[in-house]
């Protein structure tokens, strides 16, 4: 619905950086917690939830309108810093998530929006085997290390690519205002993921003591099932 939106080139490349180098910087602080608990899948699964995750498409959505990707970042985000699944099973997520929405939007662009540009097939068909070889071979590698090794790539490769985007994009160029808008959307990043792992620090103390609520409710009708069970025989 936003197609017709037309960004700068170089606006677009260092809002991408810049957002998602401040999910890094969270991230790194969440995990100074060495013995948070990560999950498998969303913990306490509730309607809700689900709902945040569809908020959190749609965001990425609009990331993909000017980045081309932004769907499986922000699902990736939510998934570890607001409901504490582990690194590695919200990658292989977010895996699947950027080869549906990347097979969704080309066949949009093609059959909705006037058809691809030729250079747009050629570099479909350049990437094609690339992807279908190397996506499924890095997840799969992911499952054999350690979630904390997995979020130190992501560390590494934000940063990379954030102090690349400074030197290629914006170099000497002396773009003021796109340094200082490239600085705010950094700040307010940062700013807007950290409330995302307070709220998530917040459910997990939630979770934990509903599951002790439950032990001890469970516990105690063991033992008036023990006590009392010879009165029902």
């Known amino acids: ?42 913990p306490n699964p509730k309607y809700w939830k689900f709902f945040v995750l569809f908020i ?68 479909w068909f350049a990437a094609a085997p690339i992807v279908v070889i190397g996506a499924p071979c890095g997840s799969i590698l992911g499952q054999f290390l350690h979630r904390i090794a997995l979020a130190v790539l992501v560390y590494v490769m934000t940063l990379f690519q954030f102090i690349a985007a400074c030197v290629i994009v914006l170099g000497d160029k002396g773009d003021v205002p796109l340094w200082n808008a490239t600085f705010a959307v950094l700040f307010v990043g940062s700013g807007v993921f950290m409330v995302l792992s307070f709220c998530g620090t917040q459910l997990q103390v939630m979770l934990c003591t509903h599951t002790s609520s439950s032990a001890l409710f469970l516990r105690r009708v063991t033992i008036l099932q023990f006590f009392f069970s010879p009165l029902l025989l």
């Not at 922000?74 to 097979?103: D, H, P, Y």
């Not at 093609?110 to 540009?117: A, D, K, T, V």
């Open 56 to 123: 959190a498409g749609i965001v990425g959505g609009l990331c993909t309108l000017f980045a081309g990707s932004g769907t499986d970042i922000c699902c990736f985000a939510t998934l570890v810093i607001l409901f504490r699944v582990s690194e590695k099973q919200a990658t292989a997520t977010s895996v699947l998530l950027m080869g549906f929405n990347t097979l969704f939007s080309f066949l949009f662009k093609q059959f909705w929006l006037g058809g691809m540009e030729p250079d747009a097939w050629s570099f």
């Open 1 to 42: 619905g936003l197609s017709w939106m037309k960004i700068p080139s170089r606006v677009a490349k260092m809002m991408y950086v810049s957002v998602w180098f401040s999910f890094a910087v969270a991230l790194f602080f969440v995990n100074q917690n060495h013995d948070r608990s990560s999950y498998p899948s969303v």
